[in-house]
């Protein structure tokens, strides 16, 4: 089957007004440090994202509705889903003048299987088996399995396209919006308008500093005194803050960003489907949704697929707060009494509170938990998903095929719960390669049902990201795949003051 | 003499500095994680982290690699960050100017501020004044200063608008620019390390005001005023050289909070980041800065200690 994929009218942002060119602003991201990096397949966080988005281009580009779109990438075919046909953009150039040629295209998917490059997508590239210039304006990709996703992946920022040969990333040589004028790591990225950008018309603003500031309540108040217009990552505690006023706006981008409880599968007592399914019942949902992110969250169903995916599976009766239910099920298994430590941390967003809520209805039933709070610092590395009982935190992730391969695979390198499920396998290769979309549809239903069943995985909320701006910056919206306009509002914003 | 004492403490203090190297290295070896497990975070695997490991030399032995930064320092080559493999002093060049800045400022409004409160306070001792300066300075050294920059900067940011909420200078500052950027953050260091000295000097002076020279000079007749600037504080010098020095080490690595919250690329900050970074060359040249800027402020310390008092001159 040969299909061509292609392009929708959607731009993906809420306009208003008509765009106007000028002024500079600056923008305030969680977090800076000397680890920042110009490099896109280094990029560890969304400060990271945001800056390769604003100097860089990818193949393609999310919209709104996390649809890829084509960027660098005019018009993509496939066949089989396995062979995939890029043709590139004409009279694109770097901002050194040098055009945009396929070996550029091709150097920059392949340096992701180098380990040096110590790519974030080392994985995904695995399965890029062939990258190669096809014609003078045409890059083929062949892949080592189907994927319908290919072109959701492209879209990431680790994919963004560098110049051929590139390996010194001490300045950004890019097709993005924005060139690099100034890069100092920690401190701050200064971006001026590129004259010649590829979509016409744009950019708007002439210059964009972009910098860090970690501390939560220091940001807000940055953007409450005018000293920079734009900021992400709010604490819900903060939005009545920014809503107190009539000069700034509060964004709220319903996410697939989820805070799970892990109950491991290789561990005694978390092992035991009955713990599973009395600690899912022992989450009351509503409370984490309005107490712990002051409504700011959607309520989870312990399906990692979130609520206006088009792949969410709405079938699934909503899982409620059940002690009766959770003591039942406990007492018929045999572990009411039980005395177990659960791991937090303020690494995985709310996960502290969320300990000490699970923790009270767990006592109710008779399930004695101990809440052990451990620092941010080397959470990852030492702590999470090294305790039968602890907690995890998962960022958006552009396609329900990565998450359920990097999450939920019983071979995934992240497979949380260590769950092993065969059946779940089968249906994430069938539906990889799935080209009738209903059929991808219904596979991924049964997979999220297998989940929502089995997993030891619970999902009590999809957190909702929160990015707060002046008023007087307009063209400003959400993709839903991060803050900050899925990282990308370098290029959609223009600047009314 | 004094040229001897000082060649002798510079050679102690290079060996201290030796010492701390060390110390500093082993305690942030026993850090969980290293540099690459850091820079990889949640998506680290074993195959990665591996060839993260070999690029960066982590996957020699501690002791080789303490042993290689130590033969490049000595050198002249502080080598190159893990984190983003620019060298060592580029990073520090454009962050210990700013640090040193903001303490020489500081400085210059704080030790005048904390001497004048100090001998205030110990003229009129006992008085309705120095209870309530004693209060004031008691006050300020219990008030975290995280609470008095985001206390500042609610007033006079958000609330009236009359200063930046973020330090930012611009690449070619006016005089105005730079009181705007600096005056919140030298309020808030200042309210820290001059309620310190202050109290340290004011204990200092009354010290030798106890002293019997003391009251034969006011038997004389010699007015107070006189007593106290002529005669005791000359004597007290020595102790609050010390005092002042033991609050100023305080304003490069201290300076983190008022680092953190007006967002001001100091120094501190770039040793936090080391840390949770585990960039080790980093991490150990700002353990270095540290250590010798509180080593020479001693010593600067300690001289004017001996000079001010003609009795230490002589051994």
Known sequence: MTGCWGISPSAGTAQTGTPRKGGRIRVASVSSSTADTLDPARGALSTDYARHYMLYSGLTQFDSNLTPQPALAEEIQEEGRILWTLKLRKGVRFHDGKPLAPTDVVYSLLRHRNPLTASKMKVVAAQFAEVRASAANEVQIRLTAPNADLPALLADSHFLIVKDGTTDFRTAVGTGPYRCKDFNPGVRTLATRNPEYWKPNKPYLDEIELVGIADESARVNALLSGDVQLINAIDPRSAHRIRSSPDYRLQETPSGLYTDLIMRQDARPTNDPAFVTAMKDLFDREQIASAVFRGYARLGNDQPVPPGNRYYFAGIPQRRYDPDRARFTLRKAGLLGTRLPVYCSPAAEGSVEMAALLQQSAAKVGLELAVERVPADGYWSHHWMKHPLGFGNTNPRPTVDLLFSTLFKSDAPWNESGWNNERFDQLLLAARSAGDESRRKQLYADMQVLVHEHCGVAIPAFISLLDAYDRRLQGYGSIPIGGLMGYSFAEHVWWTG | ?315
Not at chain 2, 260 to 280: K, W
């Open chain 2, 1 to 315: 003499m004094l040229v001897r004492l000082i060649l002798k403490r510079l050679g102690l203090a290079a060996l201290t500095l030796l010492l701390v190297s060390g110390i500093v290295f082993s305690i942030a070896s026993w850090l969980p994680g290293d540099a690459a497990q850091a820079a990889l975070g949640q998506s680290a695997t074993p195959e990665l982290l591996a060839a993260m490991r070999a690029q960066m030399g982590l996957d020699q032995p501690a002791l080789v690699r303490y042993i290689h930064w130590i033969a490049g320092l000595l050198t002249g080559d502080a080598g190159r960050s893990l984190a983003n493999d620019l060298p060592v002093s580029d990073l520090i060049a454009k962050r210990l100017p700013k640090s040193l800045l903001l303490a020489a400022f500081t400085t210059a409004v704080s030790v005048p501020l904390a001497l004048g409160i100090g001998i205030l306070a110990a003229m009129y001792r006992g008085s309705r004044l120095d209870r309530a300066l004693s209060i004031a300075t008691v006050a300020m050294v219990a008030v975290p200063e995280f609470l008095v920059a985001t206390l500042a900067v609610l007033v006079f940011s958000v609330q009236l608008h009359w200063l930046p909420a973020l330090s930012y200078i611009p690449d070619d500052p006016s005089l105005r620019q730079l009181a705007r950027a600096y005056a919140m953050p030298v309020l808030t260091l200042s309210f820290v390390v001059s309620a310190q000295m202050a109290r340290m000097t004011r204990a200092a002076v009354i010290d030798q005001l106890d002293r019997p020279y003391v009251e034969m000079a006011a038997l004389k007749g010699i007015r107070p005023a006189r007593i106290v600037l002529t005669h005791a504080l000359p004597n007290a010098v020595g102790p609050i050289a010390n005092a002042v020095a033991l609050s100023l080490s305080y304003l490069l690595g201290g300076a983190i909070i008022v680092e953190t919250i007006f967002n001001y690329p100091g120094i501190a900050s770039l040793m936090v980041d080391a840390v949770s970074n585990r960039d080790m060359p980093l991490l150990q040249a700002c353990a270095m800065i540290f250590a010798a800027a509180y080593l020479a402020l001693v010593l600067i310390a300690d001289i004017c200690a001996i000079l001010s008092n003609p009795r230490l001159r002589g051994t």
